[in-house]
């Protein structure tokens, strides 16, 4: 069986105007061995507060964990309230996913 392995990089910078950006980008297979991951890297920037960029462009897969896994966090950026949660680089597939199960104006920056 393939190790299941997500990885992701966090370059924390600040915008023009002075707020905070972090941008996360991804690697790998976001599913339910590897979701934990994603939150753990994410959810302290939420807390942080600023502008959160999540690049997911380089996921070769996302399953309905993983898919999860992004619908909370941007629940809890919203709830927050003092952040925002993008993401960016969505393949087709996941676009796909996200007009099947209406997500797709949680998903709008």
Not at 29 to 42: H, N
Not at 89 to 103: G, K, V, W
Request: net charge negative; proline share 1%; with cysteine.
């Amino acid at each position: 069986m393939e190790a299941q392995e997500l990885w992701c990089e966090v370059e924390k910078t600040t915008e023009d105007n002075g707020g905070r950006l972090a941008t996360v980008t991804c690697h790998g297979r976001l599913v339910a061995g590897t979701s934990e991951a994603i939150k753990a890297t994410v959810k302290p920037l939420i807390t942080d507060g600023g502008r959160i960029i999540v690049d997911v462009g380089d996921l070769q897969y996302i399953d309905s964990m993983g898919l999860g896994a992004l619908v909370g966090l941007k629940v809890s950026a919203i709830g927050a309230g003092y952040c925002t949660l993008e993401f960016k680089n969505l393949s087709d597939r996941l676009q796909a996913l996200l007009r099947i199960t209406n997500l797709t104006d949680l998903f709008k920056s």
